[in-house]
Every structure is written in structure tokens, then in C-alpha cells.
């Protein structure tokens, strides 16, 4: 028996990697003192590993995402950003002016960059996996190169496809035929070879390979597809064949699979294990289990580990005990974390308790002593009953299906809202979020440490509103928001007002790039003691005429962006915390509100990965939106999403019964105005997002209207809102301002232009 991690965070206990980085942006950092420094932590993570696990992988470190540096070591760099020349193109192509499209990870809060083909051949650029894993062998370690494995690297690159019309045009799609595999693989898989021969050079005998996307509900032929790729990798060194997230879409063909070890997620649902257990496992295959939870924080249980071990090792003599998923989800401590409510730290494990707990599991099952007790102990401790409030309980037995309802239908709500807001054709807004600039950051921290009084801080947030203001008005945005200075981040902001949900101090963990949140810890019932944002929003609405959006987050998006209970359903808590939202839309109407904006991105990555249980998630979903926006009909409902697919998620969203939604589409360069145009009920007003907010550059008005002339071919002009793809705070004040007036120009230009007409 042997135990196996990987997906371990590269942040660092300190944010190390997000110092690095963005000091080597800033130009207050060498090259070579990246590189130090991101070695340092690469040596600090494999001390880790190596502590308490015997298998771990090599060539999980990079400067920004491991999808990226997959596309660099083959050598797919788009002809747009030029010869590759090191790190300034890398940079360029992960956030440069025309950066790759950023998209979510499977159904996680994880960002990759898309990689684009564009048919030519791959050859070996950087050797990175050959880079690390030197590397670490060098400083006396023993790891195993991991590298994305061809198919999921294949399937979620996107390319340019002929799209048939009157005038053909080419488009980038992902890949959907066995033809467009056959295009890519021969060449993949001769560089995958030649990297596997480089490795075996070098010392390998064994490299790790992720292959997530055999996840999805795949097709005969994909599955064909990933057997001849199997097979024309092997020969040079064993294969441990990883896959997380959920159960392989096809148990016996994935068994059959020419690799020297299978990995399964037993963590995600029950399916891998009756697989299993109805199939069996073949004789000549290691078998590693995926059992220590990566992406929740709970303490393991590992009694019911032990008796899950227990019967898997009478199906595989080779038994390999693992995490279910990339660690990376994960805070990398509990240590330092001395503010938590009151019995919950030890029912917590982070990404380093994760570690030691695979080490605890194998002693267990090894039959030592010490392991053993710990095992009992940790089994009577999270029997007790934990963090249950009968009242919210109660609230939420009474919901009937007219709490899902608005009063009126849209049709009529429009009607209504266009009298009282008045607002012109191609009505102008932001997301929510202005510059968080290091100012902004400062005086909390100040606050937070006490190094400023409650008074001080407000003071200055309700100065910081005032500024935004009148920017706003000076802009000529036509509906304003308050900037959202008062928030650390749009999730941990809620958790941090709501009852039964905790939040950390140094929980960090990356989303994308550098940027970093701390996803709360939703442990107990969730109850709303006081109003959340009233204070901020009816300050912001008393400085204009102009209405000012309240602005909260979703209850999907809360409790998809936290860690949550497993023992509670998601419905259940979702409905929690949609109550709890409702309580503050009504606060808000009271106080005169009359736009509310309620962000739900992500919607779409709530969603199961089999879309065979995606009916059973959306139902719950898009209710969980309605409860919490069941506002009155005068009251305009908006909502937000960006940085996912939703093409094929249209029919859902509409469900949702908003008034207006604003969405993400500039680095997708528009393919959801398609999506839209295939569904012919659709009649909310929408604002395609006209400019990406992740790129420093400041976008044209060109490039802004030829999004908003593509959404009119397909939307009714009346329809239109005018906004950006997301919010701002990411931003600096001077892109902020050039850009929003560009966009505000461009839809007065639209004005005045179909008034002429
Ligand atoms: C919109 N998105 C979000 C997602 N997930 C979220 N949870 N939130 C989101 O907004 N997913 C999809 C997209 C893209 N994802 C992200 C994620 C994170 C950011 C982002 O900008 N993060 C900030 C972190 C902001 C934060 O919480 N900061 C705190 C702490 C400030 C701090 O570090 N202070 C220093 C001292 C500073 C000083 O004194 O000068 C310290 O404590 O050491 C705060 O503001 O209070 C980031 O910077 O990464 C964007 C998109
Ligand atoms: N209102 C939030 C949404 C981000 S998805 C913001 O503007 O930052
Ligand atoms: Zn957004």
C-alpha cells in the first residue's frame, strides 16, 4: 500500500506566488528573482509531499497557469502574439491585450486559459515537464513528472472551425468531431513521446497523467479516441492515469486502458465505487483511490475510510491511497486560523492536514497503534451534532410554491419598471466592483488590525462612494452603482454577515492567475441577524437622481464560492441563504431602491458535469434565484454572469425570471450572442458584456460597437444594456475611466444614429 497526493497549492503559507508574480509585473522584481523565488516555493511544496506521502508529482508549478504552460511545452502559441520569445509572451498570451480566453475549470472557481489551435504541427517549445522534474531530482527528491494528459488537453483547447454560410467563415469552437481529433493527435502524441523519452532520460520511470475530461458523458468514438491515444504512448514509461471531479463516464473501457495504474475520485458520487464493486478491477493495474476529499475542508473521517480501503483492497492487490482531486481547492493550513467559531477548527482540514491524513489512513490500515486511536477518536468527534437551527429549519418547511413566484409576469413588470426608471435605448452600466486600490485594501487591513476605528473606515468608505459618484455621473452612465469599496471579495463579504458561516483569515486560494480569495466555510444553518448593505447603497442612492443598483450575490454563487456541509443538500442550503437575500431585497425596496442586482456567475458552475444530473440541479437552482428575488413588479431585477459557457444554458437561465441579466462574452469574442439567437423565447433586456475586464488595455470604440452591432443582428435593439463583462476592482482607475467613456460614447453614438434613421 502506498499513498500518492498531488494538486497541492503552489500559493504558498504567505501568498508567496501572488507576491512574485505581481512584483514582477509591477517591474519591482528581476526575472531571475522570479525564478528563485518560484523555485523556493516549488522546494517548499516538495518538502511537503514528501513528508508525509511516498508519491508525488513534478511539474505542477507554474507562473500562472498549468493549462498554459501545457500549450507552451507542445509548442501551441496562437500567430497573434508573434515568435515566442520566453516570458514576456507567456505573459502577453495569459494577460496581455489579446490574451487567451480564461475559462472555469470543470465545475470548480478555478480559471484556465483556453489554448487555441490553429493547425500546426506541435513540437517541443519549453520542456517544462523535463524542467521540474530535473529540477526537483536535483535537490534530492524523487518525484513523478505529471503532465496534462492529450485527450482532456485536446478537449478543452478550442480551434479555428469552418463555419458553412453564404460566406464561410471560420470560428473558434471546441473540437466535436473524430475528424478534428485526427487533425491534432498524431502530432500531440509524437511530442508527448518525445517529452516521455526526455523524462526517461533523465531518471522517470513512471509519469503521472490528469486526464479529467473522461468525466464527461463521452461519445463511442471520443472513447475510441482516447484508447488509440493509450496506446500509442505506451513503451516508454509506466502510466498512472489520474481522473477527479467525478466518475468516469465509461467504467469498462476506461479499465481497459493500456496504463500501468487507474485513479478514481471516490469522493464525488458513489459511482466509481459501484463500478467497482458490480465489475471488479484488473489484476494487472494498481488501483488508486481518491478518498481524501480535495476539495472540501471537512476533517476526513477516516474510519469510514479504513472500511472503504478495507474492501477495496480485495480487488486490487496494488492499492494506492490518494486525494479525490487536485488539492489546489484547498487553504494550505488550518495552523494559523485562531478566530473560527467556537468547535469547528477541529472538524477543519486544509491541503496540508489533507497530506498528513493519507499518512494517517496507511498507518491505520497498516495496523498501527497510534493511527488506530486516532481513528476512533476523530470518528466520535464528528458524530456529535453540529451548528443545526431549528428556527431557519422551520422558515424553510413553510416555503410554498407561490415564494417562487413574482406577482407579476415580465411582460407586465417591464411595463411598469420603464415608466418609474425611464431610462434611454441602450441604457448604459457597470457590474458593480470599482479600483480596490491598494488604498482602498490599506485602510481595511487598518481597520481589521485596529489600527483605525470603526468611524474612520466608514468615514473613508462613504468618501470613497462619494468619488464614485460623480465619476459615474460625470461619465454619463445612466444607472449607477456604489462601488462596492466596503467588500474584500462578493462572497466572503455575505458570509461574513450571515449567521452559520465562517470565514477565514489566511484561507487563501487562487482563482486565477494571482488573484486569490478566501472561500468562506458554510457549517451550520444560515440566517440573516441584520440588514447587510443597506447602510452603503441607500448612501450611494441619497448623493444622485440617477438610480443606483443594490448589489448582492447569489445564493448559488455563495454557496458554490464556500465550502459547505455535506450532510445538509445544497437545495437546502441554497434555500437558506436565498431567504436571507430576500429579507434584503425587501429591506432595499423599503428604502427606495429601485434596481437590484442580484450576481449569480456561478450559475453555471454549480452544474453537475453529467448532464444527466443537471434537471436535478437546475431545478433547485434557478428556484433558489427566484425566492430570494421575489421583489415587487416595480422593483427591476438584474443579475450577472461571466467567465463560463452558458451556451447551452439559456433555456435555464431565462427560468431564473430576471428583468435584466448582464454577461460575460468579450474573451469568448461573442459565441453566446449565438446561443441566443437559437432560443426564440428569449425576451429580457441583456447586456453582452462590450469590453473585457481582465486586460489592462482600454478598449476602442470600434471594438465596442462591433460586439454591440453583433448583438443587435441577433437581440431586438430594445433589449440592450451597454456594461463591461464584469466588475472593475481588478482595474486601475486610470483603464477605468478612458474605457467607460469609450463605452458611453459608443451607445450615445447608437442613439443619436437610430433616431436619424
Ligand atoms: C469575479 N470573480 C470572483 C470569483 N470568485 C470569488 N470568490 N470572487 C470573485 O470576485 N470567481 C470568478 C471571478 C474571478 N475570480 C476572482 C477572484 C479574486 C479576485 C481578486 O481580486 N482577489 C483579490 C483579493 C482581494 C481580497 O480579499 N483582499 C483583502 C485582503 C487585502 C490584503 O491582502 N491586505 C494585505 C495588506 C495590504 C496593505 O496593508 O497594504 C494583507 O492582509 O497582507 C481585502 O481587500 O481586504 C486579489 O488581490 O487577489 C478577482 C477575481
Ligand atoms: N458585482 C461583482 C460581480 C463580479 S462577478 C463585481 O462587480 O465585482
Ligand atoms: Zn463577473
Known amino acids: 500500500m502506498k499513498t500518492l497526493a498531488y494538486g497541492f497549492p503552489k500559493l504558498g503559507e504567505k501568498r508567496e506566488f501572488k507576491s512574485l508574480l505581481e512584483n514582477f509585473w509591477k517591474g519591482a522584481m528581476t526575472e531571475e528573482d522570479l525564478t528563485k523565488g518560484i523555485e523556493n516555493l516549488e522546494l517548499w511544496?516538495?518538502?511537503?509531499?514528501?513528508?508525509?506521502?511516498?508519491?508525488?508529482?513534478?511539474?505542477?508549478?507554474?507562473?500562472?497557469?498549468?493549462?498554459?504552460?501545457?500549450?507552451?511545452?507542445?509548442?501551441n502559441i496562437p500567430s497573434r502574439f508573434g515568435q515566442y520569445s520566453g516570458l514576456s509572451t507567456y505573459f502577453e498570451m495569459a494577460r496581455g491585450k489579446s490574451a487567451l480566453e480564461m475559462t472555469k475549470y470543470f465545475n470548480t472557481n478555478y480559471h484556465y486559459l483556453?489554448?487555441?489551435?490553429?493547425?500546426?504541427?506541435?513540437?517541443?517549445?519549453e520542456n517544462l515537464p523535463l524542467r521540474w522534474y530535473t529540477f526537483l531530482k536535483g535537490k534530492g527528491f524523487d518525484p513523478i513528472p505529471r503532465l496534462i494528459a492529450p485527450f482532456t488537453f485536446l478537449k478543452l483547447s478550442k480551434a479555428y472551425m469552418r463555419v458553412e454560410g453564404p460566406l464561410p467563415m471560420y470560428e473558434m469552437d471546441k473540437l466535436s468531431k473524430r475528424e478534428d481529433y485526427e487533425k491534432y493527435l498524431p502530432s500531440l502524441i509524437r511530442v508527448y513521446r518525445e517529452l516521455f523519452e526526455s523524462l526517461k532520460l533523465?531518471?522517470?520511470?513512471?509519469?503521472?497523467?490528469?486526464?479529467?475530461?473522461?468525466?464527461?458523458?463521452?461519445?463511442?468514438?471520443?472513447?475510441?479516441?482516447?484508447?488509440?491515444?493509450y496506446r500509442s504512448l505506451q513503451g516508454i514509461l509506466d502510466v498512472y492515469l489520474i481522473t477527479y471531479y467525478d466518475s468516469v463516464s465509461d467504467y469498462k473501457r476506461y479499465v481497459s486502458l493500456p496504463v500501468r495504474a487507474l485513479g478514481f475520485d471516490l469522493v464525488s458520487n458513489s459511482e466509481n465505487l459501484q463500478n467497482l464493486m458490480k465489475e471488479g478491477f484488473p489484476k494487472d493495474k494498481a488501483l488508486i483511490a481518491g478518498v481524501v476529499n480535495g476539495r472540501q475542508v471537512w476533517r476526513t473521517n477516516l474510519k469510514d475510510k479504513l472500511k472503504l480501503l478495507e474492501d477495496l483492497s480485495k480487488l486490487s492487490q496494488e492499492l494506492v491511497i490518494s486525494n479525490s482531486c487536485p488539492l489546489f481547492h484547498l487553504p494550505v493550513t488550518i495552523e494559523p486560523e485562531?478566530?473560527?467559531?467556537?468547535?469547528l477548527k477541529e472538524r477543519l482540514s486544509f491541503a496540508k492536514e489533507k497530506l498528513r491524513e493519507l499518512k494517517v489512513l496507511k498507518e491505520a490500515f497498516l495496523g498501527e497503534e497510534q493511527a488506530l486511536k486516532e481513528v476512533e477518536d476523530i470518528d466520535a468527534l464528528l458524530s456529535q451534532a453540529f451548528g443545526r437551527s431549528e428556527e431557519v429549519q422551520r422558515r424553510l418547511a413553510s416555503l410554498t410554491d407561490k415564494d417562487f413566484q413574482r406577482d407579476l409576469p415580465y411582460k407586465e413588470r417591464v411595463k411598469i419598471q420603464r415608466q418609474i426608471l425611464n431610462l434611454p435605448l441602450f441604457p448604459t452600466t457597470t457590474i458593480g466592483s470599482f479600483p480596490q486600490t491598494q488604498e482602498v485594501r490599506s485602510m481595511r487591513t487598518a481597520y481589521r488590525n485596529g489600527k483605525i476605528s470603526e468611524e474612520e473606515y466608514k468615514k473613508f468608505i462613504r468618501e470613497q462612494i462619494q468619488h464614485v459618484i460623480k465619476i459615474q455621473e460625470e461619465i454619463g452612465l445612466d444607472v449607477l452603482v456604489h462601488g462596492e469599496f466596503e467588500r474584500t471579495d462578493m462572497v466572503e463579504f455575505f458570509a461574513e454577515k450571515l449567521e452559520g458561516i465562517a470565514t477565514t483569515k489566511h484561507g487563501w486560494v487562487l482563482s486565477y492567475g494571482s488573484r486569490v480569495y478566501r472561500p468562506p466555510i458554510i457549517y451550520g444553518d444560515v440566517a440573516r441577524p441584520k440588514p447587510m448593505t443597506l447602510e452603503e447603497i441607500t448612501y450611494a442612492q441619497s448623493l444622485t437622481e440617477k438610480p443606483v443598483k443594490g448589489m448582492l450575490t447569489g445564493p448559488v454563487t455563495i454557496l458554490t464560492w464556500s465550502y459547505y456541509r455535506e450532510d445538509v443538500p445544497k437545495k437546502e442550503i441554497a434555500y437558506q441563504i436565498a431567504l436571507a437575500?430576500?429579507?434584503?431585497?425587501?429591506?432595499?425596496?423599503?428604502?427606495?431602491?429601485?434596481?437590484?442586482?442580484?450576481?449569480?456567475?456561478?450559475?453555471?458552475?454549480?452544474?453537475?458535469?453529467k448532464r444527466k444530473h443537471w434537471e436535478e440541479y437546475f431545478d433547485w437552482a434557478i428556484k433558489a434565484f427566484r425566492l430570494c428575488s421575489r421583489a415587487k413588479p416595480e422593483t427591476q431585477i438584474h443579475t450577472h454572469m461571466c467567465y463560463s459557457e452558458f451556451n447551452e444554458i439559456v433555456p435555464y437561465i431565462y427560468q431564473m425570471d430576471f428583468d435584466v441579466i448582464s454577461i460575460e462574452a468579450s474573451r469568448s469574442k461573442g459565441e453566446i450572442i449565438k446561443a441566443f439567437e437559437e432560443f426564440k423565447e428569449w425576451d429580457r433586456q441583456i447586456g453582452i458584456g462590450v469590453y473585457d475586464i481582465h486586460s489592462p488595455a482600454i478598449p476602442s470604440e470600434e471594438e465596442i460597437r462591433t460586439i454591440l452591432e453583433r448583438a443587435m443582428r441577433v437581440l431586438d435593439k430594445e433589449l440592450l444594456w451597454v456594461n463591461p463583462d464584469c466588475g472593475l476592482k481588478t482595474r486601475r482607475w486610470e483603464e477605468v475611466i478612458p474605457a467607460l467613456k469609450n463605452m458611453v460614447k459608443v451607445a450615445k453614438d447608437l442613439r443619436e444614429e437610430l433616431v436619424k434613421a
Open 581 to 609: 437575500l430576500l429579507d434584503e431585497v425587501k429591506d432595499l425596496e423599503e428604502a427606495g431602491i429601485k434596481v437590484i442586482q442580484i450576481d449569480e456567475p456561478a450559475f453555471r458552475e454549480g452544474a453537475p458535469i
Open 114 to 125: 483556453v489554448p487555441e489551435l490553429e493547425g500546426k504541427e506541435f513540437q517541443i517549445l
Open 202 to 229: 533523465a531518471g522517470a520511470h513512471t509519469v503521472i497523467l490528469e486526464d479529467p475530461a473522461l468525466v464527461f458523458e463521452l461519445d463511442g468514438w471520443e472513447w475510441d479516441i482516447v484508447e488509440e491515444t
Open 45 to 75: 511544496r516538495a518538502g511537503l509531499y514528501s513528508k508525509y506521502v511516498d508519491l508525488y508529482p513534478s511539474g505542477e508549478m507554474s507562473l500562472y497557469d498549468f493549462m498554459l504552460d501545457m500549450a507552451v511545452t507542445v509548442g
Open 338 to 343: 485562531d478566530a473560527l467559531p467556537e468547535g
